[in-house]
């Protein structure tokens, strides 16, 4: 039933343009579906290929470029104007977001879940993390999206009395307590580009993914890059084999000593 409505909300209006951004199956068929002439990234430029195929208008994007690049030329081309040279302006403001403590009370968000095991920060270098600003006296919040989230966040906060769980909220809700924090410590996920569209300082880390294709974009970012040998490797699972103090191993080059002067830093700012 849900299918069958949402399709149906789908189809009410005709559109001049769906422009699909993704370049993947699932994508290029939601654009398809809905009413209007369709466009995306030629063949040599989808994440998945045959996708091309269900557009009317296909544009060539260069593939080393950063994803928000790449998207802005896709959508000049498509529409007719010249691509943007200027920074990327969200739209956001943080005032327009309510808060999560009173003014002036700061705190630190760790987002320490993403869907991907490969991008996955050592539990260890996050206990290590907190027991950092736990010397500073600063209350730590912890987001989750789903139960294995939940769980992972409460051994973070077991026998922390500086860390709060937070309960499941709203996008928007959520969206608050990033953009009224001190400064957040984020791997490689939609959250954190969320962060980085209040010019929240923030510390991301990325092993599995490289931050010049899809790293955050905005004000006081920091980008702290794993440096081993088979990264990044863009995989979802973590294949390496061999020796490793760590898993995923390519973060043992991004320690918590690494991670905490990075943040001290955004703090003291």
């Given at each position: 039933?849900?299918?069958?409505k949402t399709l149906s909300e789908l189809r009410l209006e005709r559109y001049d343009?769906?422009?699909?951004?993704?370049?993947?199956?699932?994508?290029?068929?939601?654009?398809?579906?809905?009413?209007?002439?369709?466009?995306?990234?030629?063949?040599?430029?989808?994440?998945?290929?045959?996708?091309?195929?269900?557009?009317?208008?296909?544009?060539?994007?260069?593939?080393?470029?950063?994803?928000?690049?790449?998207?802005?030329?896709?959508?000049?081309?498509?529409?007719?104007?010249?691509?943007?040279?200027?920074?990327?302006?969200?739209?956001?403001?943080?005032?327009?977001?309510?808060?999560?403590?009173?003014?002036?009370?700061?705190?630190?968000?760790?987002?320490?879940?993403?869907?991907?095991?490969?991008?996955?920060?050592?539990?260890?270098?996050?206990?290590?993390?907190?027991?950092?600003?736990?010397?500073?006296?600063?209350?730590?919040?912890?987001?989750?999206?789903?139960?294995?989230?939940?769980?992972?966040?409460?051994?973070?906060?077991?026998?922390?009395?500086?860390?709060?769980v937070l309960p499941r909220m709203a996008l928007r809700k959520l969206a608050g307590?990033?953009?009224?924090?001190?400064?957040?410590?984020?791997?490689?996920?939609?959250?954190?580009?969320?962060?980085?569209?209040?010019?929240?300082?923030?510390?991301?880390?990325?092993?599995?993914?490289?931050?010049?294709?899809?790293?955050?974009?905005?004000?006081?970012?920091?980008?702290?890059?794993?440096?081993?040998?088979?990264?990044?490797?863009?995989?979802?699972?973590?294949?390496?084999?061999?020796?490793?103090?760590?898993?995923?191993?390519?973060?043992?080059?991004?320690?918590?000593?690494?991670?905490?002067?990075t943040l001290r830093h955004c703090i003291e700012r």
């Open positions: 039933r849900e299918v069958r343009h769906v422009i699909d951004a993704q370049g993947l199956y699932k994508s290029a068929a939601i654009a398809r579906l809905a009413r209007g002439k369709t466009a995306g990234y030629a063949p040599d430029s989808a994440r998945e290929p045959l996708a091309a195929r269900l557009y009317s208008q296909r544009t060539s994007v260069p593939n080393d470029l950063h994803a928000i690049d790449r998207g802005r030329i896709l959508f000049a081309r498509t529409l007719g104007y010249e691509v943007p040279d200027t920074r990327p302006n969200y739209g956001l403001s943080k005032e327009d977001f309510p808060r999560a403590r009173t003014p002036g009370e700061p705190y630190l968000v760790f987002n320490h879940a993403s869907t991907w095991q490969s991008k996955a920060w050592p539990e260890a270098y996050w206990r290590e993390l907190i027991g950092r600003a736990a010397v500073l006296d600063l209350q730590v919040l912890v987001p989750w999206g789903n139960a294995e989230e939940q769980e992972q966040a409460n051994r973070l906060a077991r026998g922390n009395d500086t860390v709060e307590v990033l953009a009224h924090a001190t400064a957040v410590v984020s791997v490689d996920t939609g959250l954190g580009h969320l962060t980085a569209a209040f010019g929240t300082p923030a510390v991301s880390i990325y092993g599995a993914t490289d931050p010049s294709r899809t790293g955050t974009v905005g004000e006081n970012q920091h980008h702290l890059r794993a440096s081993f040998e088979c990264s990044p490797c863009f995989s979802r699972l973590c294949t390496y084999s061999g020796a490793a103090e760590v898993t995923p191993a390519c973060y043992a080059t991004v320690s918590p000593d690494r991670v905490w002067g």
